[in-house]
């Protein structure tokens, strides 16, 4: 839990190296694919509508918490690829502070290349779960 | 004549859009059910009418709108002649299937009463599904969803019990070919079994006009729709055949320039078919479109393409069935045009994803078909192979290549 030593953009830059040096596109799917597999899986009872966030064509479900103003996020998603990048989140984000989050500009799915073959609805509902994750970081902090 | 791989390669010499790679591999276009490829005769004949002909149609007295006039007139006989209509009066353009069928739906909200029957199949795409169940909740009409059998055709003895069972029934409208499986059905005796409740019938035959027997007289359907892009076409044009008699009880739904014949501060009078149904400018460059793709299919032979399609859908049916873990869906008498499959622990839009970065388009998702795939199927979604004639034997074995290669990838991750 946590990666508190290194900041938002460190991982990010980390993430985006590893998946550039791999190069062609099914290389690079499968090395997300090891993140998809590496993800627990929520169980059914987190699994609710009350979870979900709206707007994404695959199903993606987020818990978010925010403890001594770290952000605490657990993700799971009905799709390999999206549980990959969710993984990929929870490495980035888990354990920040909810100011660091609410305010990150989250760059390592464009710079690694990830979103360039996914289609416009996976765009967006990626988009919309990143926008969820920052929206209650921001109320978090607002709340301190 | 018969359409062989090295005939298939020159007439790919037609579609530029094919020879082209996608992810560092060759394009393999195996998504023909949402939409096919237009070959450049047709793109030249649309850029050839913007070029020296266009005009609006059916007002001016100049000699442009004259001949732009012309040129959608002999698209809509070509269109007459390709599904061998009686008169073209009884072809209207429009925007595409879709828009045909909503357009005899709401035509038909004023004489559908209370307690009247819509029947419609299991296997429809939503197009010819939502508008008949919105139809009967504007009218009070009963809503019935004819089943499927164990192979998933329509079960034609649940058919008949729904007509029997029917007070009145207003409408049938079912299509020709599904969408998801391919499963075809036989029209004709359909037609025929509806036509002894005196109820007429829609054929939606989307799916089934590039490949399949389209003949309204044989079938002797009283509506027929489809979609010009799905037959080499450009997008944004369909037509709606309409028997004449049938035709004529319809009131126009859409009102405006071109369908009126005489308007006073009192009243209006319509047109005659076909003109009443084409309120405003039609989509004529589409129309010419359609036109010059119907020219393109007869010079390749629709009797060779049928042939081509059935071929290349049942070999990529056996080679599917190699697949460990792949469910085909549905195992109909007669398949045509498409196929869907699911495997039980992957997703089709991980599936897609990933083929695309082989090169091959296929569909994932719920194929506008959800009563079909939620209810009688139980799956969330599907992944869709649709062949066209200008696809190879050889781009089936790259794609199958490549289910084997992205499929166990998917498998263990999901573990």
């Known amino acids: 839990m946590g990666n508190v030593q290194k900041s938002i953009a460190e991982l990010q830059d980390k993430i985006v190296d590893d998946f550039l040096a791999i190069g062609d596109p099914l290389s690079q799917y499968e090395y997300l694919l090891e993140f998809a597999a590496s993800l627990p899986k929520l169980d059914a009872q987190n699994k609710i509508d009350e979870n979900l966030v709206e707007g994404c064509q695959s199903r993606v479900w987020l818990i978010l918490e925010c403890k001594n103003d770290r952000l605490s996020l657990t993700a799971d998603s009905d799709t390999l690829i999206v549980r990959g990048i969710l993984n990929l989140l929870i490495e980035i984000l888990d354990g920040q502070s909810c100011s660091e989050v609410a305010a990150a500009d989250l760059y390592f799915l464009r710079e690694a290349n990830l979103m360039m073959t996914f289609n416009e609805a996976r765009r967006k509902g990626i988009g919309s779960a990143i926008a969820s994750i920052k929206a209650y970081a921001a109320s978090q902090t607002n709340l301190g | ?415």
């Open chain 2, 1 to 415: 004549m018969k359409l062989n791989e090295g005939i298939v390669e020159g007439l790919r010499g037609d579609f530029p859009i094919l020879s082209q790679e996608i992810n560092g591999h060759p394009l393999v276009y195996l998504d023909n059910g949402a939409t096919t490829q237009v070959p450049d005769p047709v793109l030249r004949a649309i850029t050839r009418h913007y070029r020296t002909d266009n005009a609006n149609v059916h007002r001016g007295i100049h000699t442009l709108s004259e001949r732009s006039t012309a040129s959608l007139e002999r698209a809509r006989e070509k269109v007459r002649a390709f599904v061998n209509a009686e008169s073209s009066d009884e072809i209207v353009f429009t925007k595409g299937t879709t828009d045909s069928i909503n357009i005899v739906a709401r035509a038909l909200e004023e004489s559908v009463k209370a307690g009247d029957t819509v029947v419609v199949s299991a296997m429809e795409h939503h197009a010819n599904f939502v508008p008949w169940q919105q139809l009967c909740m504007h009218t009070g009409a009963h809503f019935a969803v004819a089943p499927l059998d164990e192979r998933g055709d329509v079960d034609r003895c649940e058919l008949k019990r729904l007509l029997e069972q029917a007070k009145h029934v207003a409408i049938v409208a079912i299509a020709h070919v599904s969408n998801v499986t391919g499963a075809v059905n036989p029209a004709a005796d359909i037609v025929r079994l509806v036509h002894a409740y005196d109820s007429p019938i829609l054929i939606d035959a989307a799916q089934s006009v590039r490949h399949e027997e389209v003949d309204v007289r044989a079938l002797d359907c009283d509506f027929l729709c489809f979609s010009g892009h799905k037959m080499l076409g450009p997008t944004g044009i369909g037509v709606l055949y309409g028997k004449r008699g049938e035709f004529e009880k319809l009131r126009p739904v859409e009102y405006g320039g071109e369908m009126v014949d005489v308007v006073t501060t009192q009243a209006t009078t319509f047109e005659k078919l076909p003109l009443r149904f084409e309120a405003g400018t039609p989509n004529y460059t589409g129309a010419i479109g359609l036109g010059a793709a119907i020219d393109y299919l007869e010079g390749v032979g629709r009797e060779a393409i049928r042939e081509r399609e059935h071929a290349l859908l049942a070999y990529t049916e056996k080679r599917l069935n190699e697949i460990e873990g792949l469910t085909l869906l549905g195992a109909p008498k007669r398949r045509g045009g498409c196929l869907s499959f699911a495997f039980d622990s992957i997703h089709p839009f991980d599936l897609a994803t990933l083929m695309d970065t082989q090169g091959i388009a296929l569909r994932s998702g719920n194929q506008c078909a959800q009563p079909l795939l939620h209810e009688v199927y139980q799956v969330q979604n599907v992944t869709r192979l649709t062949p066209a004639f200008y696809n190879t034997f050889e781009e089936i074995d790259l794609c199958i290549a490549a289910v084997k290669r992205v499929a166990p990838l998917l498998a263990t991750a999901s573990r």
